[in-house]
T-cell receptor
Framework: AQRVTQPEKLLSVFKGAPVELKCNYSYSGSPELFWYVQYSRQRLQLLLR??SRESIKGFTADLNKGETSFHLKKPFAQEEDSAMYYCALQPEFSGGYNKLIFGAGTRLAVHP | DAGITQSPRHKVTETGTPVTLRCHQTENHRYMYWYRQDPGHGLRLIHYSYGVKDTDKGEVSDGYSVSRSKTEDFLLTLESATSSQTSVYFC???????????FGEGSRLTVL
């Protein structure tokens, strides 16, 4: 079965500390992985995608096919990073429908 | 905000009553989606549409129906609301990149 697991409901860190939001997936093929973010009073939005190998707002995520993981990392957390983060998977033969499978989400709280 | 509006934004109703949520987009996008967001489950796809009168089921479609008679409107109907359908409902449209979805602000539905 296709599944995305985010083991932590809440991750609480202090400003300047490193952050790692965990994401593991269950899928037999070659999926595309994404991170979405929802800031307070804002809409859910795409943060980054593995295929782009990009860094957005200091966040990076590496797809590890051996461990079936796609953890989101940032070396120095900022208070404005506080938000709800969702890991999402798109199966490889989606036919362009963008039918994403989301994890349960992790709330990141960055304290001053 | 990708020109997506949802209505109503908040609704309280009683068990057994019909409810219709509306998603309106001004982007002329072909693909539209309805997700529900629940603690511990993240976002789950209810139904999606790939064109006028073309719709299909997602992973949690039981108890829901949809209609798309115009490109700009995608309606989600609960024929007979139950307490288990208390949730936040998000409409989304597909972006131009793989896995990219633009979300509405959400509609909070409470079924008493």
């Amino acid at each position: 079965a296709q599944r995305v697991t985010q083991p932590e409901k809440l991750l609480s860190v202090f400003k300047g500390a490193p952050v790692e939001l965990k994401c593991n997936y269950s899928y037999s093929g070659s999926p595309e992985l994404f991170w979405y973010v929802q800031y307070s009073r804002q809409r859910l939005q795409l943060l980054l995608r593995h295929i782009s190998r990009e860094s957005i707002k200091g966040f990076t995520a590496d797809l590890n096919k051996g461990e079936t993981s796609f953890h989101l990392k940032k070396p120095f957390a900022q208070e404005e990073d506080s938000a709800m983060y969702y890991c999402a998977l798109q199966p490889e033969f989606s036919g362009g429908y963008n039918k994403l499978i989301f994890g349960a989400g992790t709330r990141l709280a960055v304290h001053p | 905000d990708a020109g997506i509006t949802q209505s109503p934004r908040h609704k309280v109703t009683e068990t057994g009553t019909p409810v219709t949520l509306r998603c309106h987009q001004t982007e002329n996008h072909r693909y539209m989606y309805w997700y529900r967001q629940d603690p511990g489950h993240g976002l789950r796809l209810i139904h999606y549409s790939y064109g006028v009168k073309d719709t299909d089921k997602g992973e949690v479609s039981d108890g829901y129906s949809v209609s798309r008679s115009k490109t700009e409107d995608f309606l989600l109907t609960l024929e007979s609301a139950t307490s288990s359908q208390t949730s936040v409902y998000f409409c989304a449209i597909r972006g131009t990149s793989p896995g990219e979805l633009f979300f509405g602000e959400g509609s909070r539905l409470t079924v008493l």
